[in-house]
C-alpha cells in the first residue's frame, strides 16, 4: 500500500453553478464560505490547490490552477492540476462537498496500491464519485490522449485506466461524506442537516 506517498490535494471551483444559480464556492458554511471549510480540512496534506480562474479568489493564498483544457470538465480541470502538483498523488474534490475531510484524502490513499491510478469511492447504490478520489500522476498521459480525442467524459477516464473503487462506508463519515450541493434546496437541506447536528450531538 501507498499510505507514506506525499499528496496534494485540488479543489475544482471552475463549474458554471447553473443549477445553484450562483458561485458555490462562496456560499455561506459555518463561519465562512464553503471554499473556506474545505480549504481548513484539507489543511494537512502537503499542498493545496485551486482549479479556477486566475484572480477568482484573490484573498485566497493557494496556488491557482488553469485549466489547461477549457471546456473540458472536471476531466480538464483533474489533468491541468495533475501536470501542476509536485506530489506523486492527488486528492480531487468538488468545491461544493462541504464534508469532505482530509481523513478522506488518507483513508483513499490507504486503499490505492502502487500499481493503481486512482483510488474512487463507490456507494452502495454502484455510484462512483470521481470527483471525491484520489489521482496518480501516471494518469496524466492517458487522461491527454483521452481529451485531444475530444472524449471529456471522467467516467471513460476511469474505465481507461487502473483504477480501485473503494467501499463508501468505508470511509471516515461513511457515504454521508460525499453530499454534494448542485441545488438551492439540496444547500439548504444540507445546511440545516448540519446545524441539528451540532445543536443535538
Known sequence: MSAREAMSAVILCGGHSRRMG?????????DGTLLDAMLRALSGLDE??????????????CRAVEDRYPGSGPL???CSALQACETPLLFV?????????G??????????PPHAEAAVPQDASGRVHPL????????VSG?????QSGDFRLVNALRRMNTVYVPAETLSGGETVLANLNTPNEYAALLKKVRGDYSNP
Open 22 to 30: 450562483r458561485d458555490k464556492a462562496g456560499l455561506a458554511w459555518g
Open 76 to 78: 480538464g480541470g483533474i
Open 103 to 112: 481523513a478522506v484524502a488518507y483513508a483513499l490513499r490507504e486503499r490505492i
Open 93 to 101: 474534490s468538488g468545491c461544493d462537498m462541504p464534508l469532505v475531510t
Open 143 to 147: 487522461m491527454v490522449q483521452q481529451l
Open 48 to 61: 493545496v490547490y485551486l482549479s479556477v480562474d486566475r484572480d477568482r479568489f484573490p484573498r485566497c493564498t
Open 132 to 139: 471525491c478520489a484520489i489521482y496518480r500522476q501516471t494518469a
